[in-house]
């Protein structure tokens, strides 16, 4: 070493070498109070056997690279398109006894007959009560609308005199 400027140097390179390689917390992070990040793994590869070892059964190994794309689906073929059939009475009279059975349920379902109890308000019915009298009930007072600023310091004054 020929001076103090060139001890200084090294010190700075051999500092900033062991930060990119993870030795080595930069002193932005030193300073800022936060814990050194540790080694960097993420080009680090584990073998399968040992992720087989690891996880058991849930490990899936994958011979194929990750696919950088999303492949595009793209149909060639199209769909037969199927005859339309006309409502004859033989399949109408299939029809109305299957329509009226799930008329039937869902009657039960939304009604809450014995079996079914699937209505949609399990509360049951509730009074409408207006929130003035459920504040009246609790010994609320009811707020007074005012109409200008006159009427304010009316009842401002009024407020006054009575406490004399």
Same mark, same amino acid.
């Given at each position: 070493m020929k001076s103090i400027g060139d001890f200084a !140097?090294?010190?700075?390179?051999?500092?900033? =070498?062991?930060?990119k390689e993870g030795k080595e917390s930069s002193p932005r992070m030193r300073a800022n109070g936060l814990a050194p990040a540790g080694k960097?793994?993420?080009?680090? !590869?584990?073998p399968d056997t040992f992720?087989? =070892?690891v996880l058991g059964e849930s490990f899936h190994p994958q011979e194929t690279p990750a696919a950088e794309t999303i492949p595009e689906i793209v149909w060639n073929e199209e769909e037969p398109e199927q005859p339309v059939q006309s409502l004859t009475e033989e399949t109408a009279q299939h029809l109305v006894p299957l329509l009226e059975e799930v008329r039937d349920l869902l009657k039960e379902m939304c009604c809450g007959t014995s079996s079914g109890?699937?209505?949609i308000n399990l509360a049951g019915?509730?009074?409408?009560?207006?929130?003035?009298?459920?504040?009246?009930?609790?010994?609320?007072?009811?707020?007074?609308?005012?109409?200008?600023?006159?009427?304010?310091l009316r009842k401002s004054i009024?407020?006054?005199?009575k406490r004399r």
């Amino acid at each position: 070493m020929k001076s103090i400027g060139d001890f200084a !140097e090294n010190l700075i390179l051999n500092q900033t =070498q062991n930060i990119k390689e993870g030795k080595e917390s930069s002193p932005r992070m030193r300073a800022n109070g936060l814990a050194p990040a540790g080694k960097d793994i993420s080009n680090v !590869e584990v073998p399968d056997t040992f992720m087989q =070892q690891v996880l058991g059964e849930s490990f899936h190994p994958q011979e194929t690279p990750a696919a950088e794309t999303i492949p595009e689906i793209v149909w060639n073929e199209e769909e037969p398109e199927q005859p339309v059939q006309s409502l004859t009475e033989e399949t109408a009279q299939h029809l109305v006894p299957l329509l009226e059975e799930v008329r039937d349920l869902l009657k039960e379902m939304c009604c809450g007959t014995s079996s079914g109890q699937l209505g949609i308000n399990l509360a049951g019915p509730q009074r409408d009560m207006p929130t003035d009298a459920i504040e009246k009930k609790y010994g609320y007072i009811s707020a007074r609308p005012v109409k200008s600023k006159k009427d304010i310091l009316r009842k401002s004054i009024q407020g006054r005199l009575k406490r004399r």
